[in-house]
C-alpha cells in the first residue's frame, strides 16, 4: 500500500514531493481540485523560502516581492528594522498552485476527495474509504472529525484578510517592508505580493469583532480611525471587498502525539502565532522531517517523528506566543516598539528565535540516500 497525504497545502505537498523522488508514490488528497488562496499573511519569510528552494518552489521565481525590512506601529509611532535576510510576499494561490504542480510532476497521484475522518492507516472520504500504509495529515487550519486540536482560549483569536489589487499608492507605501501593526486585542500584517496586489491580514480576538457588530469591515473601518497609519493603508478599502474570516485559530498548539502509522504534519502538528510569519516554515519542515522518517524507517517511526518535531516546534511557538501576548496589549506593543527603537538586536534575536530549526536531512546519518531535491 501507498502513503496518503491528506492536505495539499505546503506541509501536504512538501511531504508528497519528497516521497515522490524517492519513490514512495504517494496519492496527495485534497478538497479542492484548484488551490484556493488560503487566508494568510502571505510573508514568505527568508528561512521558509531556503526550504522552498529544497523542494524546487522557488518564490522568487514564483514572481514573489522581496521583502527586506520589518516595519513596527504601534501607538502612532513607527520603528523599522531590517530582516535577517530577504523574504517574499507571495500569494496563497501563487504558491500552492505551484507546489501542488510540483508534486505531481515528482511523481504523487493527485485525488479531489473531502476527508469525513482519518485514522491511522485509512482516510474516510466522501467519495470513498482509502487504505494506506501510512497517513500524513496535513488538513491545516481546518479539524479533521475525530481529531480536533484543543482550544484553550477563552477569547479566542480569528484570523481576517482582504487583498487590495490595483492600489498603486499602496503598494509604493509598503514597498519593501513586511508592516506589523499592533493594536489592543490583535494586529495587522500588510506585505505587498506579486502583481502589485497588497494582502492585509489581521489576527485578532473574538471580542473585538464582537464589539464591531461581528462585522468585519465595520471592524477595519474602527481600527482605521485609531491606529492612523493603519487608517492610511485602508484609503483604498470599500464596501465591495470581501474579507476572508477564519475562526478560532489554535495559536500555540503543539502535539508530542500520534499513532504508528499516522504523521502530523503543519498546522496539524503545531501552530506558531502568525505574527512570526513562521507558519509555512513549520509546514513544509513538517513535511521534510516526517516524510524522511518514513523513507528511512516506515510507517512505525510516527511516533518518534512527532515527539522530535515537537521538540523543534516549541521555541518558536513558545517565542512567538510571549511576542504575541505582549504586542496585543496597549502597554506592550509600547514597549515592544521603545525596545526595538533603543536596541535593534532585541528584534533580530526575536526574530531568529521565532524560527524552525533547518531541516536536518544533511546532518542525520541515516537520511543520507534521501533525495531533498
Ligand atoms: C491570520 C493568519 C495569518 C498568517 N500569516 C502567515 C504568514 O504571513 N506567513 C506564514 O508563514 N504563515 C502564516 N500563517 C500560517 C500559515 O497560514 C499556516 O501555518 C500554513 O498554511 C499551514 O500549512 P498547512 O499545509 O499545514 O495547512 P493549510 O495551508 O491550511 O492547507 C491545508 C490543506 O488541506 C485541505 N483540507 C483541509 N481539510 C480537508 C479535508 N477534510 N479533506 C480534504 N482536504 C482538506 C485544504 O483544502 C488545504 O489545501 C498565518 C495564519 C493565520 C491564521
Given at each position: 500500500m501507498n502513503p496518503v497525504v491528506l492536505g495539499a497545502g505546503p506541509a501536504g505537498c512538501t511531504a508528497a514531493i519528497l516521497l515522490a523522488r524517492n519513490g514512495a508514490r504517494p496519492l496527495l488528497i485534497d478538497r479542492h481540485a484548484e488551490a484556493g488562496d488560503a487566508l494568510c499573511g502571505g510573508f514568505v519569510s527568508w528561512?521558509?523560502?531556503?526550504?522552498?528552494?529544497?523542494?524546487?518552489c522557488d518564490p522568487a521565481g514564483l514572481g514573489g516581492w522581496p521583502v527586506r525590512r520589518l516595519r513596527l506601529f504601534a501607538d502612532g509611532r513607527a520603528v523599522e528594522a531590517m530582516l535577517p535576510a530577504t523574504g517574499f510576499g507571495l500569494s496563497r494561490r501563487a504558491l500552492d498552485t505551484a507546489m501542488r504542480a510540483a508534486a505531481v510532476k515528482a511523481g504523487a497521484d493527485f485525488q479531489v476527495d473531502h476527508a469525513r475522518g482519518v485514522a491511522a492507516g485509512l482516510v474516510q472520504g466522501r467519495n470513498r474509504d482509502w487504505s494506506a500504509d501510512a497517513v500524513f495529515l496535513a488538513a491545516g487550519k481546518h479539524d479533521v472529525?475525530?481529531?480536533?486540536?484543543?482550544?484553550?482560549?477563552a477569547d479566542p483569536a480569528l484570523g481576517l484578510r482582504v487583498r487590495l489589487d490595483g492600489d498603486h499608492r499602496l503598494a509604493a507605501l509598503v514597498d519593501d517592508a513586511i508592516e506589523l501593526h499592533l493594536f489592543?486585542?490583535?494586529y495587522a500584517g500588510i506585505?505587498?505580493?506579486?502583481?502589485g496586489s497588497v494582502n492585509i491580514c489581521l489576527a485578532v480576538r473574538k471580542s473585538l469583532l464582537s464589539q464591531a457588530g461581528g462585522q468585519p469591515l465595520e471592524l477595519l473601518a474602527q481600527l482605521?480611525?485609531?491606529?492612523?497609519?493603519l487608517g492610511t493603508r485602508l484609503v483604498g478599502l470599500s464596501s465591495g471587498h470581501r474579507v476572508d474570516t477564519i475562526a478560532s485559530v489554535p495559536y500555540g498548539y503543539v502535539t508530542q502525539r500520534t499513532d504508528a502509522g499516522l504523521f502530523r504534519l503543519g498546522d496539524q502538528a503545531a501552530v506558531i502565532p502568525s505574527l512570526a510569519g513562521e507558519g509555512m516554515a513549520i509546514a513544509v519542515a513538517s513535511g521534510l522531517a516526517a516524510a524522511s522518517a518514513y523513507l528511512a524507517h516506515g510507517p512505525g517511526a510516527a511516533p518518534a517523528y512527532q515527539r522530535a518535531f515537537a521538540r523543534r516546534?516549541?521555541?518558536?511557538?513558545?517565542?512567538?506566543e510571549v511576542i504575541w501576548h505582549i504586542a496585543e496589549r496597549g502597554w506592550g506593543a509600547r514597549a515592544l516598539l521603545a525596545a526595538a527603537g533603543c536596541a535593534p538586536w532585541l528584534s533580530r534575536a526575536a526574530m531568529q528565535l521565532s524560527r524552525i530549526a533547518?531541516?536536518?536531512?544533511?546532518t542525520q546519518p541515516w537520511q543520507s540516500s534521501i533525495v531533498p531535491s
Open positions: 528561512r521558509t523560502a531556503a526550504q522552498l528552494r529544497q523542494v524546487d472529525r475525530g481529531l480536533p486540536r484543543p482550544r484553550k482560549a489592543p486585542g490583535g506585505v505587498r505580493q506579486e502583481g482605521a480611525v485609531r491606529c492612523p497609519q516546534a516549541t521555541r518558536p511557538v513558545r517565542t512567538a533547518q531541516p536536518s536531512l544533511v
